[in-house]
C-alpha cells in the first residue's frame, strides 16, 4: 500500500497488542457492566485525535476518524464483554475478578480494535472517506448490537459497510476464515409449559401426564430438521433443559423446558419458530394435555456480502497466504453482528488462534479457554489492509 508498510505498521504494535490483550483479561466485565473496558478505550480513541467519540448504549463506545478526503464509511466492529465463568488457566495475567472471564476472545478483539485505530489515526491523510469503530457491549447476551444499531451507529455518516472478525479456537494458528453468505447461524430461544393433571403414579389413567408429552414432544421436534428442512441447509432444535415432577410415584402437573433453535437462512429460521410452535401444541394436545410455546428472538444470522467478503479474502491471502484460507468456514454458534450485517453489507471473518503446542485448545466458553496471541497482529493486518483498500 503507498505510504504504509502495512507488516511494519503491525510488528511494531505487537508488545502493545499483547499488554492491551492482558489487561483486558485481568479485568473482564460482563454485559452492560463494561464501565472500565469503554473508559479505556474512549480514552485512547480521544488521545489518537478521533473526530467525535461518544458513548452508545450504555457501555458501547462509537469513535468516528475522518480521512484526508471524502468517500465511503466503513464501520469496524469489536465486542467486548466477559462470560460468568470462574477462569481455570494458570496464567500470569488470569481474571482477577471472581466468577468473570474472558473466555471468547473478546479481550482479543478489543486489543485488535485499538491497535488498528491508532494505526489508521496515524495515516488518516490516506484514507478517502471515513472509518467508524463500534465497540460493542452485552454480544454474549444477544443484547449489545440492536440498541448499538437503533442509537444510530449506522448514521451520521452513513455506513456504507461493516467489517469485523472473530478469534477462533476452532480452526489453527494462521488460518483465516473468510466466505460469502451466511457464516454464524440465527439464534432464538424456545420454552415450553406442559400441562396436564397430575396424580398418582400408580394409576395413570387417572391422570395426564405432562412428562411422557414432553418426551414426545422432544422426539417429534427432531422431525422438523430431518424432514422439513432441506438437506443441504444446516439447522438445529436442541432441548437444553427439561423440568418436572416431584417424587417418582407421583405424575406431575406441569412440565417445562428450555431449547434452541439455529439456522442459517432466514426462511428457514422463519419456517422453525412458526413449526416448533405447532407441533409441540398438536402433540401435547394429541395425549390429551396442552403445551403453552414462548419464542424469544435472540438474533439473524450473520450473512456475509460477496463484494465486501472478497475484499476482506484478499486481505486474509495477503496476509497469511492463499494457502491458509477457509473458505467454507461456518458455525452454528450465533452472534449480534448480525445486526450491523442487516444495516449494511459487510464480511464477519474468523481467524485461527488453536496451537496445541501453547496449549491452546479449549473451546470457547470453556473455563480453560485462552489463544495463541499470536493471532492478534494477523487480525490487526487482515483488516488494516481490509480498510485500506475499501477506503484508500
Known amino acids: 500500500m503507498p505510504g504504509i508498510d502495512v507488516s511494519q505498521e503491525v510488528s511494531s504494535r505487537v508488545a502493545d497488542l499483547i499488554a492491551l490483550r492482558r489487561d483486558f483479561h485481568r479485568y473482564p466485565e460482563l454485559a452492560f457492566e463494561e464501565e472500565r473496558t469503554a473508559g479505556i478505550i474512549a480514552d485512547r480513541l480521544q488521545k489518537l485525535g478521533y473526530d467525535r467519540v461518544e458513548r452508545v448504549a450504555g457501555t458501547g463506545v462509537v469513535g468516528v476518524l475522518k480521512g484526508g478526503e471524502s468517500g465511503r464509511t466503513l464501520l469496524i466492529r469489536a465486542d467486548i464483554d466477559a462470560l460468568p465463568i470462574q477462569e481455570a488457566n494458570d496464567v500470569d495475567y488470569r481474571s482477577q475478578v471472581p466468577g468473570k472471564m474472558h473466555a471468547c476472545g473478546h479481550d482479543g478483539h478489543t486489543a485488535i480494535g485499538l491497535v488498528l485505530a491508532d494505526i489508521l489515526a496515524r495515516h488518516r491523510d490516506v484514507l478517502r472517506g471515513t472509518v467508524k469503530f463500534a465497540f460493542q457491549p452485552a454480544e454474549e447476551r444477544i443484547g449489545g448490537a440492536r440498541p448499538m444499531v437503533e442509537a444510530g451507529v449506522m448514521r451520521d455518516p452513513d455506513v456504507d459497510a461493516v467489517i469485523g472478525l472473530h478469534i477462533w479456537n476452532d480452526e489453527p494458528i494462521g488460518a483465516v476464515g473468510v466466505r460469502a453468505g451466511p457464516i454464524f447461524a440465527s439464534a432464538d430461544e424456545v420454552i415450553f409449559h406442559v ?22 414432544i422432544i422426539t417429534a421436534l427432531q422431525t422438523l430438521v430431518s424432514r422439513e428442512i432441506a438437506p443441504l441447509n444446516p439447522a438445529v432444535v436442541t432441548i437444553g433443559m427439561i423440568h418436572g ?148
Open 245 to 392: 415432577g416431584t417424587a417418582f410415584n407421583v405424575v406431575a402437573d406441569e412440565v417445562e423446558m428450555h431449547g434452541t433453535i439455529r439456522a442459517f437462512a432466514p426462511a428457514d429460521r422463519e419456517h422453525l419458530v412458526r413449526r416448533v410452535a405447532e407441533l409441540a401444541r398438536d402433540v401435547a394436545h394429541g395425549l390429551r394435555a396442552e403445551c403453552e410455546v414462548e419464542i424469544r428472538s435472540g438474533c439473524p444470522p450473520c450473512i456475509n456480502d460477496p463484494t465486501i467478503t472478497e475484499i476482506v479474502r484478499r486481505a486474509a491471502a495477503a496476509t497469511v497466504g492463499e494457502a491458509h484460507i477457509v473458505a467454507d468456514a461456518m458455525t452454528t454458534g450465533s452472534d449480534d453482528m448480525a445486526y450491523f450485517l442487516n444495516s449494511a453489507p459487510g464480511c464477519y471473518f474468523l481467524v485461527g488462534s488453536q496451537n496445541p503446542a501453547k496449549g491452546c485448545t479449549a473451546p470457547h466458553h470453556s473455563a480453560r479457554f485462552n489463544f495463541d496471541e499470536d493471532v492478534l497482529p494477523i487480525g490487526v493486518e487482515v483488516l488494516l489492509r481490509s480498510v485500506l483498500e475499501y477506503l484508500g
Open 195 to 216: 400441562r396436564g393433571s397430575g396424580g398418582h403414579g400408580a394409576m395413570p389413567h387417572l391422570n395426564v401426564d405432562p412428562i411422557v408429552a414432553a418426551a414426545q
